[in-house]
């Protein structure tokens, strides 16, 4: 099974700032600097971020596995509940595979911020299919 390196961030998680700090089939971890350009008008980071953050640390970690074998790991349903919104330092998220399955995985995502006060949790099913 294989990592993907973390300085392979490109698209809109390089827009956004994710820094990919680990990534295994089993876990990954990564972390978002907040910036004005995150916050929704009240000053609050964005639902948006926590969910792109959320879905795509679930999707890397489901394709370090399944690139291997030709698959690739296309975000299928998330769930988020914001427990406390963060207004300001650095978003800390990790995702935990809980079911590897054939066509489907599922993470438990955690997002906190840089006291590690629980923030964010949700759940990522990623879907598994034949690359086209």
């Given amino acids: 099974m294989g990592t993907l390196p973390p300085s392979e961030v490109q698209g809109f998680d ?23 350009e995150l916050k929704q008008a009240d ?13 795509a640390l ?14 690739v790991a296309i975000g299928l349903a998330h769930h988020l509940t914001v427990l406390h919104p963060i207004t300001q330092g650095t978003l800390q998220a990790t995702a935990t595979r809980r079911h590897r399955g054939r066509t489907t995985w599922v993470w438990e995502v955690e997002i906190a911020d840089e006291d590690g006060r629980l923030c964010v949790t949700g759940r990522v099913t990623v879907a598994v299919r034949d690359r086209q």
């Fill in 43 to 55: 000053g609050f980071v964005h639902e948006g971020v926590y969910a792109a953050l959320a879905g």
């Fill in 14 to 36: 390089a827009l956004y700032g994710l820094e990919l700090t680990e990534c295994r089939p089993d876990l990954a971890r990564g972390r978002v600097a907040v910036r004005d």
């Fill in 58 to 71: 679930s999707s890397r970690g489901t394709a370090t596995s399944v690139a291997e074998e030709g698959q």
